[in-house]
């Protein structure tokens, strides 16, 4: 015998039916290579290219990674289970989030690993150590003054695409697969005031510096001669370079830049060795 049911209890066993009932889930969530995204369709880095890039940025627990389109998870993930590093995802996509997070989840690393949403060009990503991306050219491009913009040092990686003139630190290949790793660096570019000090004696003279991203050249004023630096290099907050005095003998100098200043050691061919300072003009 069937009995007619009041139209607010109907309504509310409804309501408790839909409530109960299976809805679209992580589990559900499927991505498919190709997946049309914000900026970029979704074509997953192999795992051996995540950990070389890793691997490349010297990757520590002591770190911060930061996956620029993070997608599934996978870098992010492999930088907390493999490298001990706390890491972060950036994933504009929900249903990739939710998927990312589950994916994290299921690895054990949600305390060092987490994938969040947002927009790349929103969220800010500058607290990082190292910053890893899968990105268009044009989007490496566009995110390149932010990047050039982070503390010296920050270890950037990608997969594929490079920074047009901003050349890589090194370029590694993984299975006809490529990649790359910036270090930023610091700012040098510009005339120094240099203070020498040691063996009892103190020495001060001016050294101007051009500076192409990483690439720097320059000249030491000793006086009235203008002397050329031999191998200069700059790596993120490290700076190195070498030039003859005017008695002939050979100084060797590495340091660090901090800012508007610069300090480290130096010696000379026959095995003196000295401090050096350098503040900005």
Do not use: C
């Amino acid at each position: 015998m069937s009995r007619a049911i009041p139209r607010g209890v109907a309504l509310a066993l409804a309501a408790a039916v839909l409530a109960t009932a299976p809805v679209a889930s992580a589990q559900q969530f499927k991505p498919y290579v190709g997946q049309q995204g914000k900026d970029v369709v979704w074509v997953p880095t192999p795992d051996e290219v995540v950990e070389r890039m890793l691997n490349m940025a010297q990757t520590k627990p002591e770190d911060y990674v930061i996956d620029l389109g993070a997608g599934d998870g996978k870098i992010t993930i492999a930088a907390a289970k493999k490298f001990g590093a706390r890491a972060l995802g950036i994933e504009y996509n929900p249903d990739m989030v939710t998927h990312a997070q589950s994916n994290a989840r299921a690895a054990g690393v949600l305390g060092k690993a987490q994938i969040v949403h947002g927009d790349i060009f929103v969220t800010d990503f500058t607290q990082a150590t190292v910053l890893t991306m899968y990105l268009l050219p044009s989007l490496n491009m566009k995110l390149r003054p932010q990047i050039l913009a982070m503390r010296p040092g920050t270890r950037v990686v990608a997969h594929a695409f490079n920074m047009e003139d901003w050349e890589p630190d090194e370029t590694s290949d993984v299975d006809g697969r490529r990649a790359f790793l910036w270090i930023v660096p610091a700012n040098v570019n510009g005339r120094w005031a240099m203070e020498l000090s040691g063996g009892g004696s103190s020495e001060k003279l001016s050294l101007n510096l051009d500076q192409k991203f990483q690439k720097i050249e320059g000249t030491a004023y000793l006086g009235p001669v203008q002397a050329g630096l031999r191998e200069p290099r700059l790596s993120g907050f490290r700076i190195s370079f070498t030039y003859v005095d005017n008695k002939s003998v050979r100084r060797d100098f590495t340091g660090r830049v901090t800012g508007n200043s610069m300090e480290g050691s130096f010696r000379t061919e026959s095995g003196q060795d000295g401090r050096w300072s350098a503040t900005k003009k």
